[in-house]
């Protein structure tokens, strides 16, 4: 086991997008094993994210690595708080309306069943009209 720690040593290791590469990988030999009848090219394209993790695992770039791993990061959040936000409008259907602004964009919640309402966006003050 010694002789491993000294290999690694340098190397930039295992982060959460080498992770999310191995998954990505194991799940795209499950889908080509079912397709293999039809698509043989499809097995060979889902051992790249394995090459990608062996690469990245290896790699004594650490700083190259860090900055991809931070990119994937921040996609990732990005992603979970635009689910996050999906799921409570979904929760908030029945109560509440949405509004962009005309002229900001910004999104406004309003009550439902209020009818033809006058809307002020709290951004920039600027008045529309919407049916609740």
């Known amino acids: 086991m010694n002789w491993f720690k000294k290999f ?3 190397r930039y290791g295992v982060d959460e ?45 650490i700083y190259k ?28 259907l029945k109560t509440h309306k949405y509004f962009k602004c005309p002229n900001c964009k910004q999104t406004l919640r309003v009550p439902r069943r209020k009818g033809k309402i006058t809307i002020t966006c709290p951004k920039c003050k600027n008045k529309f009209k919407g049916k609740s």
Do not use: C, D, H
Request: hydrophobic residues 50%; without cysteine.
């Open 8 to 10: 690694m040593y340098g």
């Open 65 to 92: 690595r860090q900055q991809e791993n931070g990119k994937y990061l921040r996609m990732k959040n990005a992603l979970i708080v635009w689910l996050k936000q999906k799921q409570v409008r979904a929760k908030e």
């Open 17 to 61: 997008l080498s992770i999310a590469l191995l998954i990505l990988s194991i799940i795209l030999i499950f889908i080509s094993e079912m397709l293999s009848k039809y698509l043989y090219a499809f097995g060979l394209i889902a051992y790249i994210p394995i090459l990608l993790y062996a690469f990245r695992t290896f790699s004594k770039n």
